[in-house]
C-alpha cells in the first residue's frame, strides 16, 4: 500500500523566539550605555510569550534576559575582554535554525565573514550603535542606531497561520484543538490561525521517506518551512469504553440484518438505519444507543464478540478503516477515502454506509 503510520511533535509558540547577542569589547565601550538601553526597552516590549535568548560575543554561555536591566553592567565587564567574535555563539545558534537573531555593537566582528552566504547571516540582523559591524562588506542586514520601538517592530514578527501537510498526508489525530482539517484535490492539510500555541502532537498516514512539514505563515506576510521528524507510531491498542446493553444489543443485530427496530425511547419502529429517535421531547432526539454517551459529528466503532458488542467513540474527524482507507467527517456525512501511492494522494471512493464494515470484524457509523 507504500504508506505508513507515523507521530510527530511541532513545537511553536505563536509569539516565536529571538536571539540578542551583544558586544561588550573594547570597541564597543562607548557604546554600552547606548546598547543597554536599547536591549533593555526590546525586552520591556517584547511579549512574555517570546522565547527571547541573551549572548555576549565571543563566548557561547547564555545570560538570563530578565536580569538585564540589573546585571548588564557586571555582565559587559565580564565579557570586556572577549572580542568581536562570533563564533562561540554561532556553535549555539545553529543548533536552533528557526530563531531569529539580532548582534547589537559598535565595530566590526572580525570573524563575520567566515559565515558569509549561511543561513545564520541570512535570520541576523546586524545593529550598529557606531561603527559598522560589517565594514564596507553586505554579509546580513545592518541597521543604525534604531530606537527600541523600531528594533522591536523589526524583529517581533509573530506567527500568523500555520498549515501542516505533505506526500500523502492523513491526519489520525491531534492534540491542538485549534487545528482545523481541510482538503484540497485530494491533499489533506491541518491548519490554524491566531493561536496563542501552534504546537500540536500528531498522529497521521503518510508515504513513507516523503516530506511532511509544518508552513509557519508570519505576520509580516513572510513564511517559513519546518520539517517534521516522523517516527514510525506504535500498533495501537485502545480500551474499549464499555458494551451495548440487551436492548442496544436487539437495536444492534437487527440494523446488521437492515431490519426494523422497535424503539425503546418512543415506543415505535425506525428504520434500521437510524442512530437518533425525534419522537420525543428532547430538543435534539434521544440516541438508541444512550450507552455510548456520544455527541452528533462523532464516530462510534461496535465490535460483536461472544455474548456482547463492544463499542469505542472517537470525536477525531477522521476514522481508519484500514491501513489505506478512511473516512473522513464532511458536516453531517462521512466520505472514504482511498489513497493512491502513484500520486500519494487521496481519492475519494464514496459515502459511508451506516454500520461500515472495517478491518478486524467491527463496523462505524457517524453519530
Known amino acids: 500500500m507504500n504508506i505508513g503510520e507515523y507521530s510527530a511533535t511541532l513545537s511553536l509558540a505563536s509569539g516565536g523566539s529571538l536571539a540578542l547577542v551583544l558586544d561588550a569589547s573594547e570597541s564597543a565601550e562607548q557604546a554600552q550605555a547606548e546598547i543597554s538601553t536599547l536591549v533593555t526597552g526590546v525586552l520591556t516590549a517584547l511579549p512574555a510569550r517570546v522565547a527571547c535568548r ?57 570573524d563575520l565573514e567566515d559565515w558569509a552566504d549561511t ?129 442496544e444489543m436487539n437495536i444492534f443485530q437487527a440494523a446488521l440484518r437492515h431490519e426494523d427496530f422497535a424503539c425503546p425511547s418512543c415506543g415505535g419502529r425506525h428504520r434500521w438505519d437510524v442512530l437518533t429517535c425525534t419522537e420525543g421531547a428532547a430538543l435534539l432526539g434521544t440516541p438508541v444507543y444512550p450507552s455510548l454517551k456520544a455527541q452528533p459529528g462523532q464516530f462510534a466503532l461496535f465490535q460483536p464478540g461472544q455474548g456482547t458488542v463492544r463499542f469505542r467513540v472517537t470525536a477525531s474527524d477522521v476514522f481508519t478503516l484500514e491501513l489505506g482507507r478512511v473516512v473522513v467527517r464532511e458536516g453531517q456525512r462521512g466520505t472514504m477515502y482511498a489513497y493512491q501511492p502513484m500520486s500519494a494522494r487521496w481519492t475519494a471512493s464514496g459515502l459511508l454506509q451506516p454500520y461500515q464494515p472495517v478491518e478486524g470484524g467491527g463496523y462505524v457509523v457517524l453519530l
Open 119 to 247: 543561513p545564520l547571516l541570512a535570520r541576523t540582523t546586524l545593529v550598529a550603535m557606531g561603527q559598522s559591524l560589517q565594514g564596507e562588506m553586505a554579509y546580513a542586514l545592518e541597521i543604525e542606531r534604531p530606537s527600541p520601538n523600531d528594533l522591536f517592530q523589526r524583529v517581533h514578527d509573530p506567527v500568523a497561520t500555520v498549515r501542516i501537510g505533505g506526500d500523502g498526508f492523513m491526519p489520525l489525530g491531534w492534540d491542538n484543538a485549534g487545528y482545523r482539517l481541510s482538503q484540497l484535490a485530494g491533499a489533506f492539510q491541518l491548519t490554524s490561525e491566531r493561536l496563542d500555541e501552534f504546537g500540536t502532537m500528531l498522529h497521521f498516514l503518510a508515504a513513507p521517506g516523503g516530506c511532511v512539514k509544518a508552513v509557519a505563515t508570519l505576520a509580516s506576510g513572510q513564511s517559513r518551512d519546518i520539517v517534521l521528524e516522523p517516527q514510525l507510531a506504535p500498533t495501537e491498542r485502545f480500551d474499549w469504553q464499555g458494551s451495548l446493553t440487551a436492548a
Open 54 to 110: 541573551l549572548f555576549f560575543l565571543g563566548n557561547a554561555m547564555p545570560y538570563s534576559p530578565g536580569d538585564f536591566p540589573l546585571k548588564a553592567a557586571g555582565w559587559f565587564r565580564e565579557n570586556r575582554g572577549r572580542g568581536s567574535i562570533l563564533a562561540p555563539v554561532a556553535a549555539v545558534l545553529d543548533s536552533q535554525p528557526e530563531m531569529p537573531v539580532v548582534i547589537i555593537g559598535a565595530g566590526p566582528i572580525f
